[in-house]
């Protein structure tokens, strides 16, 4: 709960906005920056580590080797 806008410090009066902690001005302005579905790539880069390789690389004590 906010009781000013994080973005630009104004007062805020309605409930959602409150919650959210962005006016209905500022929360338009960012909104298109922040996609609530990520799309996963097409197609992945030759040679290009995955999450999933560098976490289970982790897993294994270290650098995993990419050659």
Do not use: V
Not at 35 to 44: D, F, H, L, V, Y
């Amino acid at each position: 709960m906010y009781s000013k806008c994080q973005k630009c410090g104004r007062k805020l009066t309605d409930p959602e906005s409150i919650e959210r902690g962005y006016g209905p001005e500022c929360w338009g302005s960012i909104l298109p920056h922040y996609s609530i579905e990520q799309e996963e790539p097409e197609e992945s880069i030759p040679g290009q580590m995955t999450i999933e390789d560098f976490l289970e690389g982790l897993k294994n004590g270290g650098e995993k080797d990419m050659s």
